[in-house]
């Protein structure tokens, strides 16, 4: 790793980190909710929407930045689906509102990373990011498949007939989402030339996609019948923007790969020390739990080292986007 990315390395693993610690959030507020882990995506996203909402009212770049997305979309430089990055965060919102509470922070956390590392190698060979087409190494099929086996380590002294598996299944598909979320977010930072209209887009989109759920949802189930009285239970859309900022800034200089390492690591740490200091609902740290992270963080570790061997995947990133930036073409 050179000197000059450290620091942006640093802060992608802190929004891991942060990541890890809004899923706790937003799994205590869906239980506050009566286990309506749908109305409970809606107040995170939506009120992360309109914090940034706000600030672009305030704030005349991003509001440029705004047409310029919409003119790249009209023009063809920038694909209608690639703005669309924030429906993999809203799956992943959501993963967390239900299934946080019976799975905990660890477990759903570890259950991530094995759909990202998956997901991040196959959008790797299709190109989605900004660094273009990347072709699997063995390390990283390697540690892809280690991941994979972590995941069946974390679950195996809870494997039984009152073990949630369907729950399982969601946080894997969200780890695929969040990975496709962070190649085609890089897309729209580059096209709006600023990462606070970046990340505008991919909570507009995510509210949006969130709120349609809802509807659906309130319809057959109906709506709680309150709302928690903690104030912190609220502060879920504050953290995703925070995360979601640093991950459309530093794409540009770390690459999805490396990126997504970061990420993967910092939530990793965060989610065995709110599990093991603060544990809620149902579930609790393991020693299975422990040594499955533990397993999941040295894939990690060995799908980096695969990454950044000759240091291809930044140079590539930082070369392919620079023109990105004055131009926005798309892939």
């Known amino acids: 790793m050179r000197l000059s990315t450290a620091p942006w390395v640093g802060l992608a693993i802190f929004s891991g980190a942060l990541i890890a610690l ?21 107040i995170s996203f939506g009120s992360g929407l309109v914090v940034l909402a706000l600030g672009l009212l305030l704030v005349r770049e991003p509001r440029r930045g705004v047409r310029r997305v919409f003119d790249a979309v009209r023009a063809g430089r920038l694909k209608w689906w690639q703005v669309l990055g924030g429906c993999g965060g809203a799956t992943f919102v959501l993963a967390q509102g239900l299934t946080v509470t019976a799975l905990g922070v660890a477990l759903f956390t570890v259950a991530v990373v094995a759909g990202q590392v998956g997901g991040g190698l196959v959008f790797d060979r299709m190109g989605l990011g900004p660094a273009g087409p990347q072709r699997p190494t063995r390390r990283r099929v390697v ?7 972590a995941v069946g380590i974390s679950m195996a002294d809870k494997v039984g007939g009152g073990f949630p598996y369907a729950l399982l299944a969601l946080p894997l598909v969200a780890g695929v989402f969040v990975s496709w979320q962070q190649a085609v977010n890089g897309h729209v930072k580059n096209t709006a030339g600023s990462a606070y209209t970046g990340t505008f887009f991919n909570f507009a989109t995510g509210a949006t996609a969130l709120f349609l759920v809802f509807l659906v ?26 995360f979601i900022s640093i991950a459309v800034a530093t794409v540009q200089k770390l690459g999805v790969l490396v990126l997504g390492l970061c990420t993967i690591t910092g939530q ?27 397993l999941a963080l040295a894939a990690v570790v060995l799908a980096a080292l695969a990454g950044t061997r000759t240091g291809r995947v930044v140079a590539s990133s930082e070369a392919t986007t620079r023109p990105a930036e004055e131009s926005a073409p798309t892939s």
Not at 22 to 40: H, P, T, Y
Not at 143 to 149: I, M, R, S
Not at 218 to 234: K, T
């Open 143 to 149: 540690g892809a498949v280690l991941v994979l086996v």
């Open 268 to 294: 990793l740490l965060g989610s065995l020390l709110l599990d093991g200091l603060l544990p809620h609902g149902d579930a609790e740290i393991t020693a299975a739990t422990f040594a499955g992270a533990a």
């Open 217 to 242: 949802h309130a319809a057959f189930r109906g709506i709680p019948a309150g709302l928690p009285s903690e104030p912190y239970l609220y502060l879920g859309g504050v953290v995703g923007i925070a």
């Open 22 to 42: 809004q899923s706790r959030i937003n799994g205590e507020l869906a239980a506050g909710l009566g286990g309506d882990g749908f109305a409970g995506a809606v």
